[in-house]
């Protein structure tokens, strides 16, 4: 009598172990693939481009209040030098005005209040108003022609 013949699973085994191991090359190059090719499109996508500033000349002088208005920002010549300040309340982005007769800047929304440096005084804003950078235009014989307000 013979015994039963018993196979190993020791052939079975090593053919499923490569498989496995092809599977996973196959799927980490896929991966890699994958990423190498979309890379370039995930930079491009988060791609911003800076806006330009915004010049705007105000023409030389200014009026004898000291105050030229916009319709972006207010401009005040004081004993420190001009101040360019937003015209937009950083409450909820109403349209601030300018009180001569207090030297305040008032939003009509909620009656935030602001110095003429935007400084917040009283009311909901919890910031102070932007500033903005002003320059001086010359002429050739270093007379001031205009103000130039970068927004």
Not at 26 to 42: D, E, K, R, V
Not at 61 to 81: I, K, M, N, Q, R
Not at 111 to 137: E, M, W
Request: glycine residues 6%; aromatic residues 10%.
């Amino acid at each position: 009598m013979h015994a039963p013949a018993t196979r190993s699973n020791k052939g079975v085994r090593q053919r499923s172990d490569r498989r496995t191991i092809l599977i996973r090359w196959l799927q980490w190059g896929a991966a890699l693939t994958t990423t190498i090719f979309l890379y370039p499109l995930f930079r491009f996508v988060g791609h911003r481009i800076p806006p330009k500033p915004r010049l705007v000349e105000v023409p030389a002088p200014l009026p004898l209040t000291g105050v030229y208005t916009s319709h972006d920002f207010f401009l005040f010549a004081t004993a420190e030098g001009l101040t360019a300040v937003s015209r937009v309340c950083t409450h909820l982005g109403c349209r601030v005005n300018y009180q001569q007769d207090k030297q305040i800047i008032e939003c009509p929304c909620h009656q935030s209040r602001f110095t003429t440096d935007g400084t917040r005084i009283a009311g909901p804003a919890q910031k102070n108003l932007p500033q903005y950078k002003v320059s001086l235009k010359e002429d050739g014989e270093g007379r001031v022609t205009a103000y130039v307000v970068h927004l």
